[in-house]
């Protein structure tokens, strides 16, 4: 009997290795499988959750992916109104304004701001345009606007602290400690604070509560405080006596505090001196009101005297 034999077909070694191949990829399937599954069984929750997680992790892709190409066609837009139409209609819009904060300012100017959104819907008021705007008004530093559904907006503000009366020409405006003027005052209520005086003087406010630091003890005595020359400060005390400091931040603290020491002890203020200028160094010069006519009158009289007597000599 005839044997047919087959070209081609696989010998014995590959047919071995075939088998040993099959063997391998099984095995790696094992082990893998039983890997993922001690993985998955370490973790702290159930298979179903994580299926959920995943499914919540593609649901969250495909709604940003939507919302992408949403917003090139212009639908959140219509969205936005859309969804502030129907807050309005259930009664979230503006219907009250809460001011909190404000003490010396006039509220009214807050109120001009934020009434412009009254019945706007709540979610259509742009918090942030409004807080800009309320920065504007010279007596507020800061604010914050916020809403308290489902009608209030509520404005908390914190102003600006006033420390001193500046004088322009023909005018007083009201400053704080940065010299941020606030609104204009009458010349009483200047008298009642310290006044600045002199070009730049306002924008000098710090440097010179430093200098007034130096002699605390004089600092509530002083009436006014000029600017001269931009270099140096005049001050004038309560009693109207004027003392000239000289230029410079240590010279000036320095002067201060000799002059606070001389006042303590011989009382200089309320004195008859009306002028202590010690812009020399380690001097004082003194001017006393009236002294130079009195001298005058003085030498006039010894003058007259004079002639009086050579005129006597001479009769004799």
Known sequence: MAQTIRRGGKGVRRAAAARTNKARVARARRTTGSALDRALGALPVSEARLQQAFLAMILGGAAVLAWMVASMAGVPTMAAAQLAALAGDAGFEVRRVEVRGVERMNE?????????ERD????????????????????????????????????????????AVLKKPGRYVLIDARGHELEPVKAERAKTMLTLAGPGAGRRIADLDRLLEAAPALKPQVREAEWVGNRRWNLT??????????????????????????DGVNRLLGGQVAYFDMRAPDRIYL???????????????????????KAKAAAD
Do not use: C
């Open 237 to 262: 005390f309560r009693t109207g006596q004027v003392l000239a400091l000289p230029q410079g931040e240590e010279p000036s603290a320095s002067a201060l505090v000799s002059f606070a020491k001389m």
């Open 287 to 309: 001017r006393v009101p009236g002294r130079a006519q009195q001298a005058a009158k003085d030498a006039a009289a010894k003058a007259a005297a004079k002639t009086a007597a």
């Open 108 to 116: 009214l100017k807050v109120y001009e701001k934020v009434l412009a």
């Open 120 to 163: 706007r819907a709540m979610p259509l008021v742009d918090l942030q345009r409004l807080r800009d705007e309320l920065l504007q008004l010279s007596w507020v530093e800061d604010a914050r606007v916020s809403r308290q559904l489902p009608d209030t907006l509520v404005v908390d503000i914190i102003e600006r602290r006033p420390r």
